[in-house]
């Protein structure tokens, strides 16, 4: 495996064993019966639409079986059952109560093939120590498939600067938008730019407001593995990407979407403000090493020619 390779691919891995340690699997039984029907007719009257009858995912993902398990491995059901609340259903987020949230943990675990116990699942304890186990072991396939991802991702198009400039710079400025502007407010109506197209303002009135912030941390946390690839800067020089702090800094980047993201979840605009100044530490701490040279000429005023050493 090439250093390149091993790079991205230990990066991946970390964060699997970074998760909090739960004392308990749904395994254990740590719902009822009667929990799991409640949750049934509720899935049915509000998720089957998105997710299918079976929960085998239509319109929204499954909730059941090896990608569903492998999605929310080392993950408790208190972090499941928030994001239900908060985010479910898609088009009328917050209209779950939290003992519905609840309840519908309870039908997902029993469609999963979770035994059912004599004890009901309870929101002021026991959802906060139970996680979800691992995914079934990937499949050979799986390695061919990984191994055509990272030959694919070992032929990069762009620099670095157009790296940063297409996805993470407008996907950080949307997140950082956070600070002062409620994803949840109605938006005004789109007028076109009259000075010519403005990329900052393609998909308006497309996607809700708390739905754009998830994707900008999801793609922030999935791009930025993609600056270990080597590649060149925009002044020609090669990216440092095999120095260690390059890496860590790289680790930090992820860390701070991930962080984002969870904040979202809670669709709570001054949690995800809090959240944002990781984000920026882990920029800066970058910037601050590579990008920001001093010594800038009259012709080159940011000083890019010295950046990426």
Known sequence: MSRMVLAVAVLFVGWSGAVAQAQRSPADGVYTGEQATAGQALYRAQCSGCHGPTLGGMAGPALRGDAF???WSGRTLEELAAKVQKTMPANDPGKLTRPQAVSLIAYLLQAGKFPAGTDALSDEASIKQVAFPGGAAAPASAASSSSAAAALAAQPMGNLAQIMRGILF?????????????????????????????????????????????????????????????????NGRPA???????????????DAARAVYKAAQTRNQEAVSESTNQLADSCLNCHVVYRDKEGGTAADPSNKVARCQ
């Open 69 to 71: 398990l492998k999605n």
């Open 170 to 234: 407008p996907s950080s400025n949307l997140i950082f938008s956070v600070q002062g502007q409620d994803p949840a407010a109605p938006k005004p109506p789109y007028k076109p730019d009259a000075g010519g197209f403005n990329w900052a303002d393609w998909g308006a009135g497309i996607y809700p407001g708390w739905e754009l912030v998830d994707y900008a941390a999801i793609s922030i946390a999935d791009v930025a593995p993609l600056l270990l690839v080597p590649r060149r800067c925009e």
């Open 240 to 254: 440092p990407v095999e120095r260690a702090d390059w890496v860590k800094y790289t680790h930090e980047m992820v």
